[in-house]
Every structure is written in structure tokens, then in C-alpha cells.
């Protein structure tokens, strides 16, 4: 859990397995009322149980922080305030079952300018935001956490189904089988259906009660008894990815409870799992025509094409080519290189577009059967110190079944297999060469419990938003759809990276703690992460990216870490 990935690592993670879900509120339940909180909250006012918070054996600390950082991490960690609070499982019955949300508070430090409580959320669903106000502080690159923390308390939390606070862990359905190199069939694919609609079955049938409860609205009104244990007569809030449908749905509930919010990478208000996808497809294949006028600028260096569309016209035959004859290695023997792969490295943000367009260099000229080029050899090997048992203490990051659970329980979209099948072959022929690389089936097929949907709306609490003009997981589009939905400003980042504006060192960063000190309103402009202006590959992402093609690959089935993959066999 380096802080320089916390916050945005478990957005990437959900990513990965295609994530954020919209908000939704128990059926029949309008999200701008507050009845169903307020029959929660009209008996004794919740308490947060503060207790000391738990040591982490060097172990864990060794493999969540660099060397540099633990010292660090220890003494904030000993500033931290850790507790629980107990919550209705159904908002809807107050009376009955109960669950736990750990939580956890770093005190400003500047107490007698102290401007309220900052909860934060680092995205998924699934992800964990339980150490979030301490690795956020040392976040120091990006700067919003030393800045914040000096006169806001900074609240974290593990959303229901997450890390500390209560939680179901579904079975494991098991290794599904390698469905071997692209392009998959429809046969192939309706066996990967058929797979996904069993273990879906057996997910949600594991503890139903507890599983149909898994919605962004419930996170939403634990969120608000957090801040009632609190005795904060308002709240503050910064999330990205799905933490901003946690953002919006929480104003929605909430109106007068909001103080000042602020969402990096907005999610889309109206959600469908086939309108996400079409979204995610269609931004995706934007930023590649980014990369190949980026590569054509260096056609020195790459040979594609002097012109970003000779270099999309070079890819797409590559990516045909390598279907009809992937290539493999001898020393990378768990790696297939076919044409979803060439799909999935044109997909790349631009932080990793000179590894990408070396790799796709270095597999146009390689020689199938043989060893695999320098680059690739050192992209694709294991990394050093993968593997083993990790320490018992060391924290969730990230867990599978929450995420499934949100995502499926608010998917108001078709399950069957035709329609998937059939959008996604309208997303081959439209997007040449990055079509390969979208869903092929809708994971949540097979959900037993039945889709909560919900309507935003508008209200005038403070809010902002950051959308990124160019990013891929939350299409700028989706940011200016919440606005017209929901009201707020807008700041547009021009740059395509997942919650950069909360997480990176950019001339963005700053307004974060601006707004969150002021309040004044943001709708300017900013730069964001720049393009690289070089071709040199960085090293530190060089297994980084083999890990991101590996997981990309994962989202056509509920549970990443046992899907089965295209094109990318690791």
C-alpha cells in the first residue's frame, strides 16, 4: 500500500474488473427523500466506538510501504483515532440486523482554525478506505493531503462489505479454463457466459440478505452515521471513480448534511452496464487516435506510419495478423502475444505510450518460437518478490465480492448473452483496432437479486467536479452528464488519467485544497499529467503495464483474480 498508489490503486483495481457502479437505493425508494435515513436515525443517535488501533507487524508494514516509509506511516499512524459504528443492514427495517463500519479519524492539526471532517473514498466498489487519511498525508507528490490535514479532520472508512467493518466473502468459483489466443468465438464466449451466470448464482445465493444490501445508497447512509457519530452538523467529501457516484448519491440523500464535495473522474448518473461499455469503448479508441498521432510524430523511432491514420491502419493489420498467428516465446511461457494484446497496448494512457509503442515495435519485428526481445523479456517476466504468503495483518485493499455485489445489485441493463454478443461485434467493426480489447458478455449475468435503480437530483449544495478530457474509466462526457443531472462545477483536466487531479503532481492538484479552504467554485481549465515528450521507457513501468494488460483481460468474469483471459495468458 504505497501512498503514492493508495488512493488511486484501488480505482485502478476495480477498473480492472470493470468498475464503477452507479448509486442505487432499495427498490421502491426515492434517492432525493431521506425517510428511509431519517426511520434509521430516529431512535438513539449512532455512536462511534473509539478504541485503540491495531499494530501492524513489520511484516505488513514492509509490504504495504517503501523502507523511507514506514517511519513515516508510524507516527501518523499513532495520531490516527481508530473506532466502529453500528448500522442497520436494511436501512429499511432500523430494528433489525446490525453491521459494523470501521472507521478511522486523523485530527487537524491546526485545531484552532479547524474547518470540519473530510471523509474520504479512494474508489471501486470494493476498495478500502480505511488507512486513506494517513496515506493520503503522505501522498506528497500530489501535496491535497499535508494541505487538508491541517485544518480538517480527515475521516476514512471501510464501506460495508470492505476491509474492517462487516462482510461476506463468496466462494471461490474456481479456476475457469483458458479459452486460449483471439479472437474468441461466439461458442468460446457463450461457455465464458455460462461460466459467469453460475458463479453469480452461487455469489449472490451465499448470504442474500446480507449481498442485496450492497448498494452505493446503503454505503451512502452508513457515510451519513459516520458523520452523526461524528456530531458534525455537516460533512465534507473527496472521492474518485466510484467514489463520486458515492459523492453524488450521499448529496442526493443528503443535501443539508453536505459542507463542500469534490469528485475526481466522474461517474456516469444514469447507469446500464451496456451504456458503460459502449462509453468506455468509444472513449478508448479517442485517446488511441491520441497515441497514434503521438507515434507518428516519433516515426524515427517506431515505423508505423508518419500520420496518425497511416499508424492506425499499420495497428489494425497488426492486430489481424497476430489473430491469424499469435506469437509466443520460449523464455515467457505463460504469455500468448495475439491481437487482443495489440488491442489492449493501443489502449494505454499516455503515461505508458512509450513502453507501449516500444513493445508493439519489438513484437512487429520478433520472431515467433524464439526469445523474446529485450524489452518485452523484462516487461512480461515476473517481477522480483511476487508470490508467497502474505502477512495474516495485512490489510484488504480490495474485496471482490462487494464490488461484484454493488455493480450487480444496480445494473439496470439486459443480461442475456445475444445482446452482449451482438454490441460487442458492433464494437469490432467500429473500432478497428481497440475493439477487441471491450467486454464480450455483461458480468453480471446470472445475479439473482434484482437491480435497485435510482434517480439523482439536482440541489445546490457545494460541489465540484474534475473530468478528464481525454481518460478512458470515466469519459469526460460522463462528467458533464452529471452536471447537467445533478448541478456543480466543472474543471476540465486535459489530460487522460484516472483520478489524477486527486492523486498526481500536477498543476491541478492545487485547486483541490483551494476549493476545500474557500469554497468558491472551479469551473477552469488545467493541464493534467502532460504527454510524455520522450521515447525513453521508464522503468518503473515497466512491470506495471504487463500487470495492467494482465488484468484487463480479467473483466469477463465476477471475480478478476480467477478469470479467464484473451490474448494476455498469465
Not at 15 to 37: D, E, H, L, M, Q
Not at 230 to 248: E, H, V, Y
Not at 317 to 322: E, G, K, L, S, T
Request: charged share 20%; proline share 8%.
Amino acid at each position: 500500500m504505497n501512498p503514492s498508489r493508495s488512493f488511486i490503486t484501488v480505482a485502478s483495481l476495480a477498473i480492472a474488473a470493470s468498475t464503477a457502479v452507479p448509486v442505487a437505493a432499495p427498490a421502491g425508494t426515492a434517492v432525493a427523500g431521506t425517510a428511509v435515513a431519517a426511520t434509521a436515525a430516529a431512535g438513539t443517535a449512532p455512536k462511534i466506538e473509539w478504541k485503540a488501533c491495531r499494530a501492524f507487524s513489520e511484516a505488513a508494514l514492509k509490504q504495504m510501504f517503501a523502507a523511507g516509509q514506514i517511519a513515516e506511516f508510524k507516527a501518523l499512524w499513532a495520531r490516527t483515532e481508530c473506532g466502529t459504528v453500528s448500522v442497520p443492514l436494511d436501512y429499511g427495517a432500523p430494528s433489525g440486523r446490525k453491521i459494523s463500519i470501521a472507521v478511522t479519524r486523523l485530527k487537524a492539526t491546526d485545531q484552532a482554525r479547524r474547518l470540519g471532517s473530510l471523509a474520504l473514498n479512494p474508489g471501486g466498489p470494493g476498495g478500502s478506505g480505511y488507512l486513506m487519511p494517513v496515506t493520503y498525508v503522505m501522498l506528497h507528490r500530489n501535496g491535497n493531503g499535508e494541505k487538508l490535514n491541517q485544518r480538517y479532520d480527515l475521516i476514512g472508512f471501510d464501506p460495508r462489505g470492505v476491509g474492517y467493518s462487516t462482510k461476506v466473502d463468496c466462494p471461490d468459483p474456481g479456476q475457469a479454463p483458458d479459452p486460449g489466443p483471439s479472437p474468441i468465438t461466439k461458442v468460446e464466449a457463450k461457455q465464458v457466459y455460462d461460466r459467469t451466470v453460475k458463479a453469480n448464482q452461487a455469489c449472490g445465493n451465499h448470504d442474500p440478505a446480507f449481498l442485496r444490501q450492497l448498494t452505493t445508497a446503503n454505503v451512502a447512509r452508513d457515510l451519513d452515521q459516520i458523520r452523526q457519530g461524528l456530531r458534525q452538523r455537516t460533512l465534507s467529501f473527496l472521492g474518485i471513480s466510484w467514489g463520486t457516484w458515492l459523492g453524488a448519491i450521499y448529496r442526493s440523500l443528503f443535501p443539508a448534511s453536505v459542507q463542500r464535495m469534490w469528485l475526481d473522474s466522474t461517474a456516469i448518473p444514469e447507469f446500464r452496464l451496456d451504456t458503460f461499455e459502449a462509453g468506455r469503448a468509444k472513449a478508448t479508441d479517442r485517446n488511441f487516435s491520441r497515441l497514434a498521432a503521438w507515434m507518428a510524430e516519433r516515426n524515427a523511432t517506431y515505423g508505423f506510419g508518419s500520420t496518425a491514420a497511416q499508424v492506425e491502419r499499420s495497428l489494425a493489420r497488426m492486430r489481424v495478423a497476430f489473430n491469424a498467428h499469435p506469437k509466443t516465446f520460449t523464455d515467457l511461457p505463460d504469455w500468448v502475444f495475439d491481437g487482443v494484446f495489440i488491442a489492449l497496448a493501443s489502449s494505454t494512457t499516455s503515461r505508458d505510450w512509450p513502453l507501449a509503442a516500444a513493445v508493439l515495435r519489438e513484437l512487429r519485428q520478433a520472431q515467433s518460437g524464439a526469445n523474446a526481445p529485450p524489452l518485452i523479456k523484462k516487461a512480461f517476466s515476473p517481477p522480483p518478490g511476487d508470490g508467497g504468503t502474505p502477512p495474516s495483518d495485512l490489510p484488504e485493499e480490495f474485496n471482490p465480492t462487494m464490488h461484484q455485489a454493488v455493480f450487480c445489485n444496480e445494473d439496470t441493463g439486459p443480461r442475456d448473452f445475444d445482446s452482449a454478443w451482438a454490441a460487442y461485434q458492433k464494437r469490432l467493426r467500429r473500432y478497428p483496432v481497440t475493439g477487441e480489447a471491450s467486454g464480450f458478455i455483461n458480468n453480471c449475468a446470472g445475479w439473482p437479486h434484482p437491480a435497485q435503480a435510482v434517480k439523482l437530483r439536482r440541489n445546490n449544495a457545494s460541489l465540484v467536479m474534475s473530468g478528464h478530457r481525454y481518460e478512458v474509466p470515466s469519459p469526460y462526457e460522463w462528467t458533464r452528464q452529471m452536471q447537467a443531472s445533478i448541478g456543480g462545477s466543472v474543471l476540465t483536466v486535459g489530460d487522460d488519467i484516472h483520478g489524477s487531479t486527486a492523486g498526481e503532481d500536477t498543476d491541478c492538484a492545487p485547486r483541490i485544497a483551494a476549493y476545500f479552504f474557500t469554497g468558491r467554485p472551479d469551473n477552469g481549465r488545467c493541464q493534467g499529467v502532460p504527454l510524455p515528450t520522450s521515447t525513453e521507457v521508464p522503468p518503473l513501468t515497466v512491470t506495471d503495464l504487463a500487470r495492467s494488460l494482465a488484468q484487463h483481460t480479467s473483466k469477463q468474469n465476477p471475480y478478476a483474480s480467477n478469470a479467464p483471459t484473451r490474448g494476455v495468458h498469465s
